[in-house]
């Protein structure tokens, strides 16, 4: 699990509202390490609890593996 500040998202989002990416495969561990700046691209999935809800983006395997980018940016 990565806590994550987003600075820009494609698509109809508040990048404020996701707060976290989420992991399952073994090949993104380690990639990323705290305060380094970084590419994400997975399934953006809504969290609901009992405070309210938020936004994260998960790796998994399924069909959209492939597509799937988690890489610091070197900036």
Avoid: C, M, W
């Amino acid at each position: 699990v990565y806590p994550v500040r987003l600075e820009e998202v494609e698509g109809n989002i508040d990048p404020g509202e996701i707060r976290r990416v989420v992991s399952y495969v073994e090949e993104f561990r380690l990639q990323v390490e705290t305060g380094e700046r970084f590419v994400v691209r997975g399934n953006l999935e809504e969290v609901e609890t009992r405070k309210g809800s938020f936004h994260q983006i998960t790796l998994s395997y399924g069909r959209e593996y492939f597509d799937q980018i988690l890489k610091p940016t070197g900036a």
